[in-house]
T-cell receptor
Framework: DAEITQSPRHKITETGRQVTLACHQTWNHNNMFWYRQDLGHGLRLIHYSYGVQDTNKGEVSDGYSVSRSNTEDLPLTLESAASSQTSVYFC???????????????FGEGSRLTVL | GQSLEQPSEVTAVEGAIVQINCTYQTSGFYGLSWYQQHDGGAPTFLSYNALDGLEETGRFSSFLSRSDSYGYLLLQELQMKDSASYFCAVRAGGFKTIFGAGTRLFVKA
């Protein structure tokens, strides 16, 4: 069965360190997204990609970067982790289609990051 | 700016009907989606409305009024397992999806 997996599921790091969260999907979806989820804020879009070599900034992109070298993976990098980046991070993908496509997002199980 | 407003909490009794409202203000609009998320889990897709009207999927229905920038999710015959957070989300510009802050539904016996 197709799926979307994130790793690590839990990580504790220190302020100033570089952290990379991995996201791998086997849906063969062109669209991939990174969200962070914090209490009271719902899911906020960090970065997204519509295909290989395409990346775009979302609502809360400062301090984060992504790269898309193949269809399956969209790693999220925190260049210099800050305590404000303590959050649960969700990766999602959706198929590329027009017409009545719902844009349904398929989410990974999330990565809980704590920055001390 | 872009904003989606929904109640933070709703409580209802098992077997009852509950409606979760959502109003939105976004720079682009292709459709309104609803997602369910249980504690510790990932959001899962429930429904999508691109046109005005009611869409029904089993015990869940979703409504959209584009002229009012308003939609709602209707849950019927509530069950304990429906206790979860529910998010409205706007597909705004291409395939980018913006989420509301979520409504936590408590179902009581």
């Amino acid at each position: 069965d197709a799926e979307i997996t994130q790793s690590p599921r839990h990580k504790i790091t220190e302020t100033g360190r570089q952290v990379t969260l991995a996201c791998h999907q086997t849906w063969n979806h062109n669209n991939m997204f990174w969200y962070r989820q914090d209490l009271g804020h719902g899911l906020r879009l960090i970065h997204y990609s519509y295909g290989v070599q395409d990346t775009n900034k979302g609502e809360v992109s400062d301090g984060y970067s992504v790269s898309r070298s193949n269809t399956e993976d969209l790693p999220l990098t925190l260049e210099s982790a800050a305590s404000s980046q303590t959050s649960v991070y969700f990766c999602a993908s959706s198929e590329l289609a027009g017409g009545t496509n719902t844009g349904e997002l398929f989410f990974g199980e999330g990565s809980r990051l704590t920055v001390l | 700016g872009q904003s989606l407003e929904q109640p933070s909490e709703v409580t209802a009794v098992e077997g009852a009907i509950v409606q979760i409202n959502c109003t939105y203000q976004t720079s682009g609009f292709y459709g309104l989606s609803w997602y369910q998320q249980h504690d510790g889990g990932a959001p899962t897709f429930l429904s999508y409305n691109a046109l005005d009207g009611l869409e029904e999927t089993g015990r869940f229905s979703s409504f959209l009024s584009r002229s009012d920038s308003y939609g709602y999710l209707l849950l019927q015959e509530l069950q304990m397992k429906d206790s979860a957070s529910y998010f409205c989300a706007v597909r705004a510009g291409g395939f980018k999806t913006i989420f509301g802050a979520g409504t936590r539904l408590f179902v009581k016996a």
